[in-house]
Structures are given as structure tokens and as C-alpha cells.
Nanobody, 124 residues
Framework: QVQLVESGGGLVQAGGSLRLSCAAS????????MGWFRQAPGKEREFVAT????????DYADSVKGRFTISRDNAKNTHYLQMNSLNPEDTAVYFC?????????????????WGQGTQVTVSS
């Protein structure tokens, strides 16, 4: 089993940037593909980005392509979500997730482990 803890959320003005971190513990981090999802009030949880075990393959939701970058540092058991050009529609609780596969997908049901979430609020 792996435990995930997100950090880095907060309040930012439109056009600003934030970097989220997800620290993993419990099992070998490099055995997991990792993902980020988000959930806005009254909406379903939606896919944001995913990264494979080695960090060489990434995928993004269309809504964040070109603005967000997912990365990982296996030596630090941490993965990241760099968010640039934020807009109010990005306001949500952001969750990191892990799956015991070489590469993850865009469906939340694919992921085995979840963090508790971190709030990101973008003001206009």
C-alpha cells in the first residue's frame, strides 16, 4: 500500500501559477504510475494529468494542455503538477492518485490510491 499527501494548494489570482506536490510513502514509488484529478463544487471528479513510472510519458486533459505540466522525481518519491496561466475555472480540490501499472489513464476508477486533496482557488 502507498500513502499520498498533497501540498502546494492555495489562493492565486487569475494568470498566476502554483505548483502542487504529492509525496508518496509505503512502497516503491517507481512501481506506480501517477495522476492528478480535480473536483469542483457540485461537479464530478475529473482527470487532469498522468505520468508513467519512468516519467517519460505524460498525458493531459484538453482543458489544461499547454498550461499544466506533470513531472516526477523517483529519488524523492514525489510527483508534481506545475500549473501556469490559471483561471477561475481551475478552482477545485486537486487529488493525486497512484496505480500499480506502468502507465495510468484518465478514469478515476483505474487508480488504486488517493491523497486527501488540496484546495486550489483562482480569483478573477
Amino acid at each position: 500500500q502507498v500513502q499520498l499527501v498533497e501540498s502546494g494548494g492555495g489562493l492565486v489570482q487569475a494568470g498566476g501559477s502554483l505548483r502542487l506536490s504529492c509525496a508518496a510513502s509505503g512502497r516503491t514509488f517507481s512501481n506506480y504510475a501517477m495522476g492528478w484529478f480535480r473536483q469542483a463544487p457540485g461537479k464530478e471528479r475529473e482527470f487532469v494529468a498522468t505520468i508513467n513510472r519512468s516519467g517519460r510519458i505524460t498525458d493531459y486533459a484538453d482543458s489544461v494542455k499547454g498550461r499544466f505540466t506533470i513531472s516526477r522525481d523517483n529519488a524523492k518519491n514525489t510527483h508534481y503538477l506545475q500549473m501556469n496561466s490559471l483561471n477561475p475555472e481551475d478552482t477545485a480540490v486537486y487529488f493525486c492518485a497512484a496505480v500499480t501499472k506502468a502507465i495510468g489513464g484518465s478514469r478515476s476508477s483505474e487508480y488504486d490510491y488517493w491523497g486527501q486533496g488540496t484546495q486550489v482557488t483562482v480569483s478573477s
